[in-house]
């Protein structure tokens, strides 16, 4: 069984920074991409920032020059340094890993259950 666990949301001002961490643990032998995720009320799940195993990363164009992805490939952490936050980056952030659970296994991805990011005045 694969878990990944977040960390790190918060309320925070317009302007202000967060730094979200996720975990992935439990039965993985490689992982290929891990990546974060959101969704604000009334829509759909949106991509935010993606990194491979081999440290290169994408942005969605909405927060590209304001949010950093960055990934430990020994401890199966990534995280997402976001600075100047708006009011629509109000959502709930989700981890993504598109992973081997072992050896022989296809490639699977797993989400973890969602961390709370609130961008208010």
């Known amino acids: 069984q694969v878990q990944l666990v977040e960390s790190g949301g918060g309320l925070v001002q317009p302007g202000g920074s967060l730094r979200l961490s996720c975990a992935a643990s439990?039965?993985?032998?490689?992982?290929?991409?891990m990546g974060w995720y959101r969704q604000a009320p009334g829509k759909q799940r949106e991509l935010v920032a993606t990194?491979?195993?081999?440290?290169?990363?994408a942005y969605a164009d909405s927060v590209k020059g304001r949010f950093t992805v960055s990934r430990i490939t020994a401890k199966n952490m990534v995280y997402l340094q976001m600075n100047s936050l708006k009011l629509e980056d109000t959502a709930v952030y989700y981890c993504?890993?598109?992973?081997?659970?072992?050896?022989?296994?296809?490639?699977?991805?797993?989400w973890g259950q969602g961390t709370q990011v609130t961008v208010s005045s």
């Open positions: 993504n890993a598109d992973l081997v659970p072992g050896l022989g296994y296809s490639r699977v991805y797993y």
């Open positions: 990194i491979t195993s081999n440290g290169n990363s």
């Open positions: 439990g039965s993985i032998f490689s992982i290929y991409v």
